[in-house]
């Protein structure tokens, strides 16, 4: 009876489903490795573990059922997404929860949820429709970046004003699907001229309007969705009167970032920037070789080593090569998600995979690059590796997206995969 279940319900591609599998793995066994700080607290050292075990059941069935979902059903849910995501978005500004400093989540039925994650999906899936729909013999139609702006635009701002990260990571996936959706290039060389402008200015209003401060350790955006009873104690929020208080913050890590002063051992603050100083010392405590799991001595002193920083930790314990191979495997699902995508016939779910594959990877990338020391240090997790609330879930459902195009989709004539399989 079970086997039945399983080969009825079980589908998609066979090296998406061992990405998945290998990266829960890694997020169990390092999720129970970096969380002694949450284990003091709540006195119960298998509590953190276990409950980030269940969220993860919980993503793995929505999953399943997202996988069992034909692609073509996929459109149908855009204009829902879209409406709820951005409802919820202006509610967070208005009445939502803010945690060290920033305005990112809403209490939904006693749970904290966080709406961008929501809204990263839904523009993906709106984006995806727009250039399909626009496709021409010759790329696609020059007025499809203006429907994108008009439907990205706001969502993007919204999200920017309490996470500007995670705006700025959806941007460079919205830009990457346009570049694959084969939008003009000169238009797409505009984009990139006046979003480097702009950039450039935002930083300058930044450096001059923010008053520095002494940065709070990061909330990730990974402790959403938990149970309220163990979420961050929520502080309370002027709401859209305050959207520019984080100014301070973004100047703070600006200038962290690209200071170039040397600083000896003995004057290090290390209460200050105890993120960057703990995750270099857990770094170089690997040995290249790691110190084995389990064996993490600074997941006792870096905030959010479970969640934000976990990277680190797999450095340490995992050394240098397993490290790498984590990496290797965000690679391997974005090439593995292209093989499915050249495989479709029609450009929405080929487009849709590969906004949601860009979307996790871009993230993954982004987190190891704060976690080594390459980028300013965010707030943003580790998919599918953190421990997790909204991004867990959320991103088991990117994932059964791509399982779903990968069997349900129609496939070319000319793909050498789909003439085997006709031919026997």
């Given at each position: 009876?079970?086997?039945?279940?399983?080969k009825?319900?079980?589908?998609?591609?066979?090296i998406?489903w061992a990405?998945y599998?290998?990266?829960?793995?890694v997020s169990?066994?390092e999720?129970?490795?970096?969380?002694?700080?949450?284990?003091?607290?709540?006195?119960?050292?298998?509590?953190?573990?276990?409950r980030?075990?269940?969220?993860m059941f919980?993503?793995?069935?929505?999953?399943v059922?997202?996988?069992?979902?034909?692609c073509?059903y996929?459109?149908?849910v855009t204009?829902?997404a879209?409406?709820?995501?951005?409802i919820m978005l202006?509610?967070?500004?208005?009445?939502?929860?803010?945690?060290?400093?920033?305005q990112?989540?809403?209490?939904?039925?006693?749970?904290q949820?966080?709406?961008s994650?929501?809204?990263k999906?839904?523009i993906?899936?709106?984006?995806?429709q727009?250039?399909?729909?626009m496709?021409?013999?010759?790329?696609?139609d020059r007025?499809?970046?203006?429907?994108?702006?008009?439907v990205?635009i706001?969502?993007?701002?919204?999200?920017a004003?309490?996470?500007?990260?995670?705006?700025?990571?959806?941007?460079?996936?919205?830009f990457a699907?346009?570049?694959?959706?084969?939008?003009?290039?000169?238009?797409?060389?505009?984009?990139?001229?006046?979003?480097m402008?702009?950039?450039?200015?935002f930083?300058a209003?930044?450096?001059?309007?923010g008053?520095?401060?002494?940065?709070?350790?990061?909330?990730?955006?990974?402790n959403?969705?938990t149970?309220?009873?163990?979420?961050?104690?929520?502080e309370?929020?002027?709401?859209v009167?305050?959207?520019?208080?984080?100014?301070?913050?973004?100047?703070s890590?600006?200038?962290?970032f690209?200071?170039?002063?040397e600083?000896?051992?003995d004057?290090f603050?290390?209460?200050?920037?105890?993120?960057?100083a703990?995750?270099?010392?857990?770094i170089?405590?690997?040995?290249?070789?790691?110190?084995?799991?389990?064996?993490?001595?600074?997941?006792d002193?870096?905030?959010?080593?479970?969640?934000?920083?976990?990277?680190?930790?797999?450095?340490e314990e995992m050394?240098?090569?397993?490290?790498?191979?984590v990496?290797l495997?965000?690679?391997?699902?974005?090439?593995?998600t292209a093989?499915?995508?050249?495989?479709?016939s029609?450009?929405?779910?080929?487009?849709?995979i590969?906004?949601?594959?860009?979307?996790?990877?871009?993230?993954?990338?982004f987190?190891?690059?704060?976690?080594?020391?390459?980028?300013?240090?965010t707030?943003?997790?580790l998919?599918?590796?953190?421990?997790g609330?909204?991004?867990?879930i959320?991103?088991?459902v990117y994932i059964?997206?791509?399982?779903s195009?990968?069997?349900?989709?129609?496939?070319?004539?000319?793909?050498?995969?789909?003439?085997?399989?006709?031919?026997?």
């Amino acid at each position: 009876m079970i086997d039945q279940f399983l080969k009825l319900k079980i589908k998609g591609d066979g090296i998406i489903w061992a990405v998945y599998f290998i990266l829960c793995a890694v997020s169990i066994i390092e999720v129970y490795s970096s969380s002694s700080g949450l284990s003091y607290r709540s006195g119960n050292y298998f509590e953190p573990v276990l409950r980030h075990a269940g969220l993860m059941f919980v993503g793995l069935c929505l999953l399943v059922g997202t996988m069992n979902i034909k692609c073509k059903y996929f459109k149908i849910v855009t204009p829902f997404a879209l409406l709820i995501s951005f409802i919820m978005l202006i509610a967070v500004l208005a009445v939502g929860q803010s945690t060290n400093g920033a305005q990112r989540w809403i209490g939904l039925f006693g749970f904290q949820f966080q709406p961008s994650e929501l809204a990263k999906g839904a523009i993906v899936l709106a984006e995806a429709q727009i250039l399909s729909a626009m496709q021409t013999p010759d790329g696609a139609d020059r007025r499809a970046f203006k429907y994108i702006a008009y439907v990205s635009i706001p969502f993007v701002l919204l999200i920017a004003l309490e996470n500007l990260s995670t705006a700025m990571l959806l941007c460079v996936t919205i830009f990457a699907m346009m570049f694959i959706g084969r939008v003009p290039k000169a238009i797409l060389g505009k984009i990139l001229g006046g979003v480097m402008l702009a950039g450039a200015l935002f930083v300058a209003v930044v450096m001059a309007a923010g008053t520095e401060k002494t940065e709070e350790p990061v909330a990730a955006e990974t402790n959403t969705m938990t149970l309220t009873e163990s979420a961050p104690k929520p502080e309370k929020s002027g709401g859209v009167s305050k959207i520019f208080h984080r100014f301070g913050t973004w100047k703070s890590r600006i200038n962290k970032f690209l200071s170039s002063k040397e600083v000896s051992p003995d004057s290090f603050d290390i209460d200050k920037d105890a993120q960057v100083a703990h995750a270099n010392i857990a770094i170089v405590s690997s040995n290249v070789v790691g110190v084995g799991p389990g064996n993490s001595v600074q997941r006792d002193f870096l905030s959010q080593a479970y969640s934000d920083f976990i990277y680190a930790i797999i450095i340490e314990e995992m050394g240098v090569w397993g490290a790498g191979a984590v990496c290797l495997l965000y690679i391997i699902l974005l090439f593995r998600t292209a093989v499915i995508a050249n495989r479709c016939s029609n450009a929405f779910p080929a487009l849709l995979i590969m906004g949601i594959a860009l979307l996790l990877v871009t993230q993954a990338m982004f987190n190891m690059m704060v976690a080594v020391g390459l980028a300013p240090v965010t707030g943003q997790p580790l998919p599918l590796i953190s421990r997790g609330g909204t991004s867990t879930i959320m991103n088991c459902v990117y994932i059964g997206i791509i399982l779903s195009v990968s069997y349900s989709a129609k496939k070319r004539e000319d793909d050498p995969v789909t003439q085997r399989v006709t031919s026997k």
